[in-house]
Nanobody, 124 residues
Framework: QVQLAESGGGSVQAGGSLRLSCVAS????????MGWFRQFPGKEREGVAS???????YYADSVKGRFTISRDIAENTLYLQMDNLKPEDTAMYYC??????????????????WGQGTQVTVSS
C-alpha cells in the first residue's frame, strides 16, 4: 500500500509557475508508475504526466515543454514543476501510483493509489 499526499497548489497569474509535491508513505524507488492527473469541473480525470521506475517520462501534449515530472527518491516525493501556466490549466491536480509495470500511463483505472488532490487556479 502507498498513501499519497499532495501539496503546492494555489493561485497564480498566467505565465507564472507552481511546483506540486506528492509525498508517499513509503519508498517510491520501486513504484512502477507515479503520475499526475487533473480534473476539470464536470469532466473525467485526465493524465498530465507520469514517471516510471526506469526513468521514462510521459506527458500530455497540452503540457509538453511547460511541465516537468520528477522523483526525489531520498524524500519519497514526486514533483510536478509547472511553468508558463495558462488559464486552461486550472483544475484539481491528483497524484497517483501504480505498482504494476503493464499499464497505460493515462488510464486512471490502472492506478490503485491516489492522493486527495490540490487545486491549481490560473488567472488571465
Amino acid at each position: 500500500q502507498v498513501q499519497l499526499a499532495e501539496s503546492g497548489g494555489g493561485s497564480v497569474q498566467a505565465g507564472g509557475s507552481l511546483r506540486l509535491s506528492c509525498v508517499a508513505s513509503r519508498s517510491i524507488y520501486s513504484v512502477a508508475f507515479m503520475g499526475w492527473f487533473r480534473q476539470f469541473p464536470g469532466k473525467e480525470r485526465e493524465g498530465v504526466a507520469s514517471s516510471t521506475r526506469r526513468g521514462t517520462r510521459y506527458y500530455a501534449d497540452s503540457v509538453k515543454g511547460r511541465f516537468t515530472i520528477s522523483r526525489d527518491i531520498a524524500e519519497n516525493t514526486l514533483y510536478l514543476q509547472m511553468d508558463n501556466l495558462k488559464p486552461e490549466d486550472t483544475a484539481m491536480y491528483y497524484c497517483a501510483a501504480s505498482t504494476r509495470d503493464d499499464i497505460s500511463w493515462r488510464n486512471t483505472l490502472d492506478y490503485a493509489y491516489w492522493g486527495q488532490g490540490t487545486q491549481v487556479t490560473v488567472s488571465s
